[in-house]
């Protein structure tokens, strides 16, 4: 167990619904990332956070934002859902920023 | 170009032979290195994580880092059955980590 969190683990939607992702890092944990695995593709940054501030956006789509809050906890927020979002999501915290990161078992999202 | 390159593999060797991973980067900003191994599409647990050149050891598994040439690499001994998993490397800097695309490992018994 990695200590960090993800809620739900499954997510079944409708094309233009809009869902959102929770993740709770391991205890003092102050930097969230969030990453997306589509089928047989790599790990895709979308966004990092630490302290409540963003950090670094990777290739997150407009239509996607996430935040974290003031317990550190984070969500991403995914809106007008297209078929093509179908995927993995991976939420990772760390002590800080860009040292050893542990991954939460990911939500499967799936859009139909 | 990307700033992680990583051979997507598949890579398929018999048990207990050494099996050699490697990563190419192009960011100097990075200062840590990492491997990741992810089985089944479960959440990639660490392996090994370094932030200097050199090698590192942990039981049968070695990561070597040359920054000289950003080049790192991740060797496995006596390699096992339950060593087939997808690998991947990772780049970190203060503001993010960055992965490879990760390579499938095979070893067949």
């Known amino acids: 167990d990695s200590g960090v969190t993800q809620t739900p683990k499954h997510l079944i939607t409708a094309t233009g619904q809009r869902v959102t992702l929770r993740c709770s890092p391991r205890s003092g944990d102050l930097s969230v990332y969030w990453y997306q695995q589509s089928l047989d593709q790599g790990l895709q940054f979308l966004i990092q956070y630490y302290n409540g501030e963003e950090r670094a956006k990777g290739n997150i789509l407009e239509r996607f934002s996430a935040q974290q809050f003031p317990d550190l906890h984070s969500e991403l927020n995914l809106s007008s859902l297209e078929l093509g979002d179908s995927a993995l999501y991976f939420c990772a915290s760390s002590a800080q920023g860009g040292t050893e990161a542990f991954f939460g078992q990911g939500t499967r999202l799936t859009v139909v | 170009q990307k700033e992680v390159e990583q051979d997507p593999g598949p890579l398929s060797v018999p048990e207990g032979a050494i099996v050699s991973l490697n990563c190419t980067y192009s960011n100097s900003a990075f200062q840590y290195f990492m491997w990741y191994r992810q089985y089944s599409r479960k959440g990639p647990e660490l392996l090994m994580y370094?932030?200097?050149?050199g090698n590192k050891e942990d039981g049968r598994f070695t990561a070597q880092v040359d920054k000289s040439s950003k080049y790192i690499s991740l060797f496995i001994r006596d390699s096992q059955p339950s060593d087939s998993a997808t690998y991947l490397c990772?780049?970190?800097?203060?503001?993010?980590?960055?992965f490879g695309s990760g390579t499938r490992l095979s070893i067949r018994p």
């Open positions: 370094t932030y200097s050149s």
């Open positions: 990772a780049m970190g800097s203060p503001s993010k980590i960055i």
